[in-house]
């Protein structure tokens, strides 16, 4: 009772209650915790629905900033002045050309590839988490990561003002380790892959008191994906997709975009409607996939090898709930090869003028393989989340993009290397043919 009153003479207090355990429902306060001290479990931000359901309308949404910001009540902050770099509203762009191709009809792509500040989705949970760090009192923020996660950490904690050191495997592509160098955090490249880098954090976190985004922070941090949820939904006139399609790295952002879709639908801006989710890893790190296609309700952790190192989790901490949600909604989990991921990444450079990263051509790649299985009806609105940039991992595609014509400065010169080149492409052609 008193706490209805309270809400209603401070409209700005946070809509968000308490931290609860996803296995045992155990409540607790909102502090830098990540798991259940009874039965090990996650723990999830529990808001009041009731509350945002009188704060939010489509309209005060729309009025908001043109950033995740305009879905605040929606996120785990106390501070009216949370950290916006512009992180957010990126395009959700008709993919016409790529559609024909695959011969659907109704086919968007969520550009994550141009998210701010550091073009990967990772924006999103950093904005979220460093938000929280700040309220909690942290002065010192770290993550392990697999690169973008790096990228957005440090860009964020330069921006905020934070002390920043960030833990990446050794092996990671020269882009996302100069992406990260460049706002001078400390950089620890580890020798070994994700999950040990991962493991040696969870024991810095014990020791050091800095907050990890995706460690002790992680319950607020994961809530930053349910963005790519609420803003699809916008974004398609405030309407569920069909279907979406994901990548899966920890299965964290294909679960938040379930809970997004789902509170918009409990607090009334959209009408519920049954969503397929379908999932999408490497077949050199897919313990989800694996899992689903045997028909498994238990992750076997397995040993990552694949060009798809942004999603290269071998022990993903929220992979049976992704199973769950692909399982209840009737959707897939798939994975494809190192040469389907290459093939992926220049589909959709091609039909559509965007360049992803790895994750995105592992996405793109799961959806040929979906339509070619007869999973993705050709008149379901379809969403894939495209989550990262090519620019950051351009070893991926060396080799297979061809070479530009060398010429002297001379019109003759060009005549001669444009005829070359078409006669190239009519040999090409030709081989394509027989
Ligand atoms: C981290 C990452 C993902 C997946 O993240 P999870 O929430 O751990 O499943 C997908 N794509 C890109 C590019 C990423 O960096």
């Keep these: ?21 996803k296995e045992c429902g155990t409540e607790y306060e909102p502090k830098a915790i990540h798991v259940c001290e009874f039965c090990f479990g996650p723990l999830e931000v529990a808001y009041d629905y009731s509350e945002i359901r009188r704060r939010v309308t489509r309209e005060s949404i729309q009025a908001g900033p043109h950033s995740i910001w305009r879905y605040r009540e929606f996120l785990p902050v106390d501070s009216d002045q949370p950290i916006d770099v512009g992180t957010g509203l990126t395009p959700l762009v008709q993919a016409n050309r790529l559609a024909r191709r695959l011969g659907l009809n109704k086919l968007y792509i969520k550009n994550d590839a141009v998210n701010m500040p ?23 923020v770290s993550c392990a990561s697999t690169g973008n996660l790096a990228n957005s950490t440090a860009a964020i904690a330069a921006h905020a003002g934070l002390d920043c050191c960030v833990f990446i495997p050794a092996d990671l592509e020269s882009g996302k380790v100069m992406g990260t160098l460049i706002y001078s955090p400390t950089v620890m490249a580890v020798q070994g892959n994700y999950d040990q880098v991962n493991r040696l954090c969870s024991e810095v976190a014990n ?9 002790n922070l992680r319950p607020y941090y994961s809530e930053g994906s349910k963005t790519l949820g609420y803003e699809v939904a916008e974004q398609l006139g405030w309407q569920l997709p069909d279907h979406i399609v994901a990548p899966l790295a920890s299965g964290s952002l294909f679960t938040k975009i379930y809970k997004g879709f789902r509170e918009f639908v409990e607090v009334g801006l959209v009408e519920d409607k049954a969503v397929r989710f379908s999932g999408a890893q490497a077949d ?24 798809a190192k942004s999603i290269a989790i071998g022990n993903p901490a929220d992979g049976v709930y992704a199973l769950d949600i692909a399982r209840k909604t009737n959707g897939t989990i798939e994975s494809v090869s190192d040469a389907e991921i290459v093939d992926g ?6 039909t559509e003028g965007i360049f992803t990263e790895t994750a995105g051509g592992t ?39 061809g070479e530009p014509l060398t010429i002297e400065p001379k019109l003759d010169s060009f005549e001669r290397a444009l005829e070359r080149s078409r006669t190239l492409d009519r040999l090409e052609w030709q081989q394509v043919l027989v």
């Design 1 to 21: 009772m008193s706490q209805a009153t309270q809400t209603k003479t401070q409209s700005t207090a946070a809509t968000f209650r308490a931290l609860k355990c």
């Design 118 to 140: 550091t073009l990967s989705f990772k924006d999103r949970v950093v904005s979220v988490a460093l938000t929280r760090a700040r309220e909690l009192g942290f002065s010192t």
């Design 207 to 215: 020791t050091h008191g800095w907050g990890f985004v995706n460690i």
């Design 284 to 307: 050199g790190c897919s313990p989800i996939a694996q899992a689903f296609r045997e028909e498994r309700d238990f992750i076997t952790p397995v040993k990552p090898s694949t060009i």
């Design 345 to 350: 990444i220049k589909l959709l450079a091609e």
């Design 363 to 401: 996405t793109i790649a799961v959806l040929q393989k979906l339509v070619a299985a007869g999973k993705i009806d050709p008149d379901e609105t379809t969403v894939v989340y495209i989550t990262g940039n090519g620019l950051k991992t351009q070893e991926a595609v060396q080799g297979y993009v």
